[in-house]
């Protein structure tokens, strides 16, 4: 790629929050979504700066205690990954940092410690993410800048509005897609040393905080961009051709099971994507996979992005709630608790099965998750209640949890956001409906009981 192209690429990607002061100091990556080295839009977009200014290139992470519940398993997937993520920096000739602080707490006072030249960060449309760069841009005088390096095209370009449906946002990402789904150049060995004389207060060892955590519960996959990077390999190689026939069958393995390594960004999906649109299989092979990948992704960001109240009723669409409202006071023939929930404690074996492999294995299949969320509108005394449970079961077990998929998953089920009205039944409303005599009809139910509860029994 010729190097006005290369910087080109790199700088559309961005774009400025905050007007400032640069100062003396280095360019300060403040990486929170996206943790990796390769293929980060991000950090080639704040090394690139950094060259032109001549400057050193500093990469921050900011680890704050119970993250959207987030449990110690959660933590431990991270921070291996963000161990990794240090060393390929520290070879590359650039410094990381841990703070185990919030970001508005800590950034402040430490950009101006260092005179920092300016900040770059990534991109994520949940609230509180987007709560911490607000007050980063209240409290610094330093300029800064944000590069959406999760999506292929940035969510802002996409679309300026929250759409309707898969079927109103695909037009607008198709437009764009041949034009930003590229290769992605390699990050450079940084030429710039960031010669620190000051002591950086109040950052951390990750080596410490690794060791205080334990992973009780879930089994843990290997974690970072190298483990990310073969799953995705092997995948495509054994997994890609049968996905559409098989994505569906929770007894098949046929989904990727990417999803925690591109929800802490150890995996590029625009690399995955630009892999996978050059197989050599044929289009309508990959073609499914690239919807979810693409489509179904940028989606939900776009969601996040428009809708504020992404994790409320207030959320779902007009035609929803007022049908969830008419079916209010529908006698439900089962309410179960919170614990019950947690427990998997209910008449259904299916669904307690479905809650027993989230908590063990940290994920659920795609589409039990979906019967799994519905069912709990069925088992509570309002949809209020019902999505507070279900995102709050799905944050704190699903190891890809705490995600704009997540929130629109769980919205998508219970309040029929991107879908449409279906038959009107009890307590459902025109929600669409699901029970495990659909599930039965798709798949061997009993062998996916026995198989999760064998793995308790162990
Ligand atoms: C109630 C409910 C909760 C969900 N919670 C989450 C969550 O917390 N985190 C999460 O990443 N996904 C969530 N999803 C979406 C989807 O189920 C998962 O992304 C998918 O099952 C992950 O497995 P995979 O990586 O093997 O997917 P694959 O089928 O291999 O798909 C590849 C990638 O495409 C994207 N994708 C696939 N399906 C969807 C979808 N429906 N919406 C948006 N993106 C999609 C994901 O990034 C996924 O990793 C939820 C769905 C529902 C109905």
Redo the contacts with the bound molecule.
């Keep these: 790629m010729d190097i006005n192209r290369r910087n080109k690429d790199i700088v559309r990607r961005g774009r400025r929050l905050k007007n400032g002061r640069r100062g003396d100091g280095p360019v300060v990556y403040w990486v929170s979504r996206d943790q990796r080295v390769r293929d980060n839009w991000a950090l080639l977009w704040a090394q690139q700066e950094a060259i032109s200014r001549q400057k050193g290139l500093l990469v921050v992470f900011c680890l704050v205690p119970d993250y959207l519940g987030a449990k110690s398993s959660q933590y431990l997937f991270m921070l291996r990954g963000l161990a990794r993520m240090q060393k390929k920096l520290h070879e590359m000739n650039i410094h990381f940092t841990l703070f185990e602080q919030s970001p508005d707490d800590i950034l402040p006072g430490f950009l101006r410690q260092i005179d920092a030249h300016l900040l770059v960060s990534d991109f994520d449309p949940l609230r509180i993410k987007r709560q911490w760069t607000e007050q980063l841009i209240a409290q610094v005088v330093t300029p800064i800048y944000q590069v959406d390096t999760h999506n292929i095209i940035p969510a802002w370009m996409v679309s300026d509005k929250k759409e309707y449906a898969a079927y109103t946002i695909r037009p607008k990402i198709k437009r764009l897609l041949d034009d930003f789904l590229t290769d992605i150049p390699p990050l450079q060995h940084h030429p710039f040393s960031w010669a620190h004389t000051l002591a950086l207060a109040g950052s951390s060892s990750l080596a410490r905080v690794i060791s205080t955590l334990n992973s009780s519960g879930c089994e843990l996959r290997g974690a970072g961009e190298a483990s990310a990077q073969f799953a995705a390999d092997s995948?495509i190689k054994i997994g890609l051709e049968n996905?559409s026939e098989r994505?569906n069958n929770p007894c098949l393995n046929g989904?990727?099971?990417?999803?925690p390594y591109?929800?802490f960004g150890h995996l590029s999906?625009q690399r995955l994507a630009w892999v996978v649109s050059r197989d050599k299989l044929p289009i309508e092979t990959k073609e499914p996979?690239l919807e979810?990948?693409i489509v179904?992704?940028e989606?939900?960001d776009n969601f996040c992005l428009y809708e504020p109240l992404y994790d409320t009723f207030a959320g779902f669409p007009a035609w929803a709630r007022k049908s969830l409202d008419q079916h209010r006071c529908d006698e439900r023939a089962y309410l179960y608790s919170f614990h019950d929930l947690e427990a998997g404690n209910t008449h259904e074996q299916l669904w307690n099965a479905c809650q027993i492999d989230l908590v063990q294995s940290g994920?659920l299949?795609?589409y039990l998750?979906?019967y799994?969320?519905k069912k709990i509108l069925e088992w509570t005394p309002n949809p209020e209640t019902a999505l507070e449970y279900?995102i709050r079961l799905?944050?704190r077990y699903?190891l890809?949890?705490?995600?704009p998929?997540?929130y629109?998953?769980?919205a998508?089920?219970i309040g029929g956001v991107h879908d449409r009205a279906w038959a009107e039944r009890p307590v459902f409303g025109k929600i669409r409906y699901m029970n495990e005599a659909g599930c039965r009809r798709k798949f061997d139910v009993n062998s996916y009981m026995s198989s999760v509860f064998a793995r308790e029994r162990e």
Excluded: C, I, P, T
């Design positions: 995948f996905y994505r989904q990727s099971g990417l999803s591109l929800h999906a996979f979810e990948l179904r992704r989606l939900s994920k299949h795609g998750r979906m799994w969320a279900a799905n944050d699903s890809d949890g705490r995600d998929n997540g629109a998953g769980v998508w089920s």
